[in-house]
């Protein structure tokens, strides 16, 4: 089956004063219709970068992206629009994405009215209060006449979901949608998202640091988990959550405390206690070896492993998926 979305090998290569940061490399993933692909890892890994590559808000410096099978590069004018329309971004911040002078109604009735959904204010407003329906604000009718500094946090995230429905969009890239919301509002906008998933039939890339919120919202779908920006472990999010195969998801999930995801320390990994180093001067070899339990000197800080297909999914690591070709060259070698 062709997938709704795939990135295909793609890397992002920043150029600043301190250097080159190679904050996305060689990054390879699939979205089907309807489905959820999780993104997770620590800040800096690489999965907001790759999100703004798949909603075409950045372009890769190599690698690209494929719609229903089809290079975003070579689609015409008039597919381009449509890939605008099918694929919409949530961001982070509920303060920041909506225009604080513009109502409720404004923000849900500019991409009605700009691409002709809506034929008069009579229908945007129906439609607009519709859409707040669907993310639960109800009654529509008293949020539509009112300004985002009038909403809580949770109901702008709410707002903001909406404005990205309005397009019947097939996909929605969240980044970091919950994470600036209290735990219990943050429950709340996770159930709506849920029940959108089901009703809708809509796919999501969502993005997360926090394993649990993957675990509540993925599973049935996809995880792909990210280290200084590269997938190391991507397959079933039940599979990888249960029983992680990956060194660096291991310590991830070990650190996923049963009762307050809030409060979470470094040490809490298992992980050697090192500084995460930095996307400019990155380890040689595995780029987690300064801080995996299981490094093994050689292969480990000599050479970068990759993604090696284990049947149930897919893990870059040298001790938990020996990679065949590097295993016959030894084994030339030894001979
Ligand atoms: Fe750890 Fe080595 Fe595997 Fe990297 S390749 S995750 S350093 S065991």
Known sequence: D?????????????HTKGGDVPAVR?????????????LVGESGCGKTTTARIAAGLARPSDGFVEYNGQDT?????????????????????????????RSIFGALSAPLRRHGLAKSKKDAWEQAGRLLEQVDLTPAENFLPKFPHQLSGGQRQRVAVARSLALNPKLIIADEATSMLDVSIRVGVLR??????????????????????????????????MYLGRVVEYGDTAEVIENPQHPYTKALLAAVPEIDPEHRESHEHGLRSVDIPSLTALPSGCTFHPRCPLYRQGDCDTIEPRLIDMD??????HVVAPDPDLTVETEEAKS
């Open 26 to 38: 060689d990054v390879s993933l699939e979205v089907g219709a309807g489905e959820v692909l999780c």
């Open 73 to 101: 590069r070579a689609m015409s004018a008039d597919r381009q629009k449509d890939f605008r329309k099918a694929v919409q971004f949530v961001h982070q911040d509920p303060y920041a994405s909506l225009n604080p002078i």
């Open 192 to 225: 709506t998202l849920t029940k959108l998933r089901t009703e809708l039939d809509v796919g999501f890339i969502f993005i997360t640091h926090d394993l649990a919120i993957a675990r509540y919202f993925g599973t049935g779908g996809k995880i792909a988990v």
């Open 2 to 14: 062709t997938p709704l979305m795939a990135l295909r090998g793609v890397s992002q290569v920043f």
């Open 312 to 317: 149930d999914r897919e893990v870059a690591c």
